[in-house]
């Protein structure tokens, strides 16, 4: 046992299908009893948790009700921003200690509020639009201020996609307001901002090669690759500002991931996430530092401490890393083939599966297209990419009919 403080300490968690393996472990290892709660009846933590709970996450009265009844410590919250938005309020309310309040969760997680709220620490906005202007220069992006995933986003090249594109954008936005952007191309980047009593660290950069798009879909990851070569570009020019904004904003203790494009040699932000990602970059991070970020995100729920050691983030990555991301086109899934053994390569550390044999594929271009990710290590990049070569070459995917449903690889450069 880690920490004898948490024992017998009692957690609720919302969603979490994608931190499964590292919720359970932490709790496990500390005596923490798991309360998984949620209406849906399949979800994957109701699967391991000791207590489980079918309830509407977002409704008010139920879960004030559940968390006095069952002397409930904290709460691990990994839904989707849309349930996340929905039940902020009320869960600041019962002062569990959750990592964020309404205020920061609305700048972080706001497009359009992020944007002009950066400014402020001369944090460079893609220029934007009035959709309803004709001064609007296409091409352009549309997306929804609260959602994430690719969900409500199109690009568009004339004034008839954009208003199809408004219209989709207000559909996918919990408040109805959406965000027109100049659609700007360049080298994709990654970083997070990790915070510990009010100290900033930053555990990784990342580039990324993309899937050609599907219709007017953004482009979707093929592969991560760890770490950036535009890192001290990233460094020197955002992370002293972040960490004035974060300053400014009160988060002293969390995570939040932060994706843009580099154009004419900077790092414009297109895109947050003040919560545990969903491409899981903490794993990258555990791996080569040993640094348990969900674990941090659990003590700290029942504590109000973050723990772990975090000295380790202050240094670069010490290998080259790969996030390998299958995607697949719609159908449904007829046959499976080589997973098993890339998962027995002693490159590959981990390999997280989203979709079975039997499972039916809606989102081909799309974030949710992916079957699995596969994390790999290596010594240097161009090790990575043969590694990443060599691996896709082993995965077969077939529909009912015997069609492949493999979407076709990029070329890796």
Not at 37 to 55: F, L, R
Not at 120 to 131: G, L, Q, T, V, Y
Not at 233 to 256: H, Q, W
């Amino acid at each position: 046992m880690k920490n004898k403080s948490l024992n017998g300490k009692r957690l609720a968690v919302f969603g979490a299908n994608n931190v499964i393996a590292e919720v359970t472990r932490f709790a496990n290892e500390n005596g923490i009893v798991l309360i998984s709660v949620g209406n849906a009846t399949d979800a994957c933590m109701h699967k391991v948790s000791q207590e489980q709970y079918y309830i509407d996450c977002t409704d008010e009265a139920a879960v004030k009700q559940l968390f006095a009844e069952k002397h409930i410590d904290g709460l691990l919250s990994c839904s989707s921003e849309a349930v996340i938005r929905r039940s902020i309020g009320f869960i600041e309310d019962m002062k569990l200690g959750f990592y964020s309040t309404v205020h920061q969760w609305d700048i972080l997680m706001n497009k359009q509020n992020f944007k002009e709220f950066a400014s402020r620490f001369n944090i460079r906005k893609i220029p934007d639009f009035d959709p309803a202007s004709p001064n609007v220069i296409f091409p352009v992006i549309v997306k929804p201020v609260d959602n994430g995933g690719s969900f409500g986003i199109s690009v568009c090249h004339n004034r008839q996609e954009l208003g199809e594109a408004v219209k989709y954008a207000k559909e996918n936005s919990l408040c109805g307001n959406v965000l027109c952007e100049k659609f700007i191309e360049g080298d994709y980047f990654q970083f997070e901002i990790w915070r510990q009593n009010g100290k900033s660290y930053f555990p990784y950069t990342k580039e990324r090669i993309f899937y050609d798009a599907v219709g007017d879909s953004p482009q979707q990851p093929f592969a991560d690759i760890y770490p950036s070569s535009s890192d001290d570009l990233i460094a020197r020019k955002l992370y002293a500002p972040m960490t004035a904004m974060f300053d400014e904003l009160g988060v002293d203790n969390g995570s939040c991931m932060f994706q843009g494009i580099i154009q004419n040699g900077y790092p414009y932000i297109m895109d947050t996430a003040f919560r545990l990602s969903g491409g899981m970059d903490f794993r990258v991070v555990e791996k080569d530092k040993g640094v348990d970020l969900v674990g941090s995100h659990i003590e700290y729920a029942l504590t109000g401490k973050f723990g772990g050691d975090f000295s380790e983030l202050k240094k670069p990555l010490n290998m080259s890393y790969a996030t390998l991301c299958i995607g697949l086109k719609n159908g449904k899934i007829g046959k499976i083939k080589g997973l098993d053994k890339v998962s027995q390569m002693p490159v590959v550390y981990s390999l997280f599966s989203y979709y079975e044999e039997g499972d039916e594929m809606k989102y081909s271009g799309l974030f949710l297209q992916v079957l699995c990710r596969i994390f790999l290590c290596g010594k240097d990049i161009d090790t990575v990419k043969r590694y990443i070569a060599e691996i896709t070459r082993m995965i077969e995917v077939y529909d009912e009919n015997g069609n492949s449903m493999l979407r076709d690889y990029p070329v890796l450069i």
